[in-house]
């Protein structure tokens, strides 16, 4: 079992990364697919089930990539136990909120660096050739896509990241129910589920602003920034809105937005459009839900939990005032939890409210349901006992 070294793919300046390798005498490579942008492996060594967790371990500490040849059911509690071995040498919960985020940062990009080092290789329609493995086919084709021509032999992502593909074909397929809807949304891959339903309540029993009563040659106009699944144009058109445009500039979003909208019968009400923030004109009630945490984010899928520099929240503010019609409101919904981990204070996003030229008219609060809340292992336990889900309706000063 040889390691062979992926530089001189790199200096042949191919397009996408490749994974090389060498396995019983003849030198492989396939390229490398990872959705959460994690690099290839430098150094991959072939394994099988005579490999011990130990070994396993201290190889992906290393950072050698480890393309597994056995048994599939084996490959997953092999992962288990180096996640095992990786949690025994995490370090210990700081008592400063601010100090034990960066060090829950650090602890994830460890696991998914170590974690994402076992590989498994796919054939080109996405099958695994390997004992006991699933049919994963269908999960990765609504994943991945079906244009497989830049794969002709196949290609090697980390079994961690395949397990997550599974995981949200599995969300996809079954959906997450929405009392406010009386439906059912169905998340893509790559978009963030609508779990924390505290937030949809919120909008869901908002009052809606008085600029709806008033004349107006829009109508019952309002706009979804940054739709994401769709949910809150949904709970919109639900709760009478007659016209919802609903934005965003990731292409899956976009998709998993208008297939919902469309399962929903909520066509003729909603339009998603691929914008980034507002689309043209003016409205009686703009909504935006972004990233409740002002940090670097180190995935896509990253992108709807952080915001760094506070970016979308920022860009939702300033533009606020000017797609506002006469009476109109804009619904910023915001977890209050980067205040609890000292990364943004109450008075900073106040000031920035300010700045916008935009005045608070009421603050809507809730207190969040999800699991974690209630987990004292949670080594962000201690703000998230603190946290409120807040509706903040806003208007132009």
Excluded at 201 to 229: E, H, K, N, R, Y
Aim: hydrophobic fraction near 45%; glycine fraction near 8%.
């Amino acid at each position: 079992m040889s390691i062979i070294s992926t530089d001189a793919a790199h200096a042949q300046n191919i397009p996408s990364p490749t994974v090389n390798w060498q396995e019983q005498g003849v030198e492989h490579s396939a390229p490398w697919r990872a959705e959460n942008l994690g690099k290839a492996p430098a150094r991959v060594q072939v394994v099988d089930d005579s490999l011990k967790a130990d070994q396993a371990y201290r190889l992906a500490c290393e950072g050698t990539g480890l393309l597994w040849r056995g048994d599939f059911h084996n490959a997953r509690q092999l992962l288990q136990a180096m996640t095992r071995r990786l949690e025994r040498k995490l370090p210990k919960t700081a008592a400063d909120p601010t100090e034990a985020f960066h060090l829950h940062r650090q602890a994830q990009a460890q696991r998914a660096r170590v974690l994402g080092l076992l590989l498994i290789q796919l054939e080109p329609d996405y099958s695994i050739k390997l004992r006991r493995a699933p049919d994963v086919r269908l999960a990765c084709e609504q994943a991945l896509g079906t244009d497989n021509a830049w794969s002709a032999g196949g290609c090697v992502m980390s079994l961690r990241e395949l397990q997550g593909l599974i995981g949200a074909y599995e969300w996809r397929r079954k959906g997450v129910s929405i009392p406010a809807l009386g439906g059912v949304i169905h998340p893509h891959y790559g978009v963030f589920s609508p779990v924390r339903g505290e937030y949809i309540d919120l909008v869901a029993q908002a009052p809606l602003p008085q600029a709806f009563s008033a004349p107006s040659a829009d109508g019952m106009l309002a706009f979804d920034i940054g739709t994401g699944t769709g949910v809150l144009a949904a709970v919109l058109a639900r709760r009478g809105v007659q016209q919802v445009l609903a934005t965003d500039q990731d292409e899956r979003a976009l998709a998993c937005a208008q297939d919902n909208i469309q399962q929903l019968g909520l066509t003729e009400q909603v339009q998603v459009l691929k914008r980034d923030l507002y689309p043209e004109g003016r409205a009686a009630l703009v909504v935006c839900n972004p990233p409740w945490i002002p940090a670097k984010a180190n995935a896509p899928i990253e992108y709807a939990i952080y915001d760094p520099a506070s970016a979308m929240l920022q860009g939702f503010l300033q533009g606020l005032a000017a797609h506002l019609l006469p009476g109109g409101e804009g619904w910023l919904i915001m977890s209050d939890i980067a205040e609890h981990l000292g990364l943004r204070s109450r008075q900073t996003l106040l000031d920035m409210i300010d700045a916008a030229g935009l005045t608070v008219i009421e603050r809507l609060d809730i207190k969040p349901r999800h699991g974690r809340a209630a987990d004292s292992s949670d080594p962000l336990f201690k703000a998230r006992t603190a946290e409120l889900t807040s509706l903040w309706r806003l208007s132009a000063a």
